[in-house]
């Protein structure tokens, strides 16, 4: 079993940066991928980003690259999600999410989530 717990979120203008942490209890953080996904009102909840288990390996939706970067401490049970050059339609909830070993883009392959945490860009 492992619980996540998002934290982070807020109000930005638009061109600010967030930082999003998720921490997680529970044992054997580090032979989960992890990923960071987000849901807008009256959207599907869409995948944002991945890293895999020792945190070389990553992969990002196309509408993030090159402004978002995930990355991981294993020693500290925590993912990161450092977003920059935000914009409006980056305002969503952003949850983490955890699965055994291979990364994944579809939230349905997700064992474990957060609880959400609220992103808000203004314009």
């Known amino acids: 079993q492992v619980q996540l717990v998002e934290s982070g979120g807020g109000l930005v203008q638009a061109g600010g940066s967030l930082r999003l942490s998720c921490t997680a209890a529970?044992?054997?953080?580090?032979?989960?991928?992890l990923g960071w996904f987000r849901q807008a009102p009256g959207k599907e909840r869409e995948f944002v980003a991945v890293?895999?288990?020792?945190?070389?390996?990553?992969v990002y939706a196309d509408s993030v690259k090159g402004r978002f970067t995930i990355s991981r401490d294993n020693a500290k049970n925590t993912v990161y999600l450092q977003m920059n050059s935000l914009k409006p339609e980056d305002t969503a909830v952003y949850y983490c999410?955890?699965?055994?070993?291979?990364?994944?883009?579809?939230?349905?392959?997700?064992?474990?989530w957060g609880q959400g945490t609220q992103v808000t860009v203004s314009s």
């Open positions: 529970g044992h054997t953080f580090s032979s989960y991928a």
């Open positions: 999410a955890a699965r055994r070993r291979i990364l994944s883009r579809s939230s349905s392959e997700y064992t474990y």
């Open positions: 890293v895999n288990l020792n945190g070389e390996g990553t």
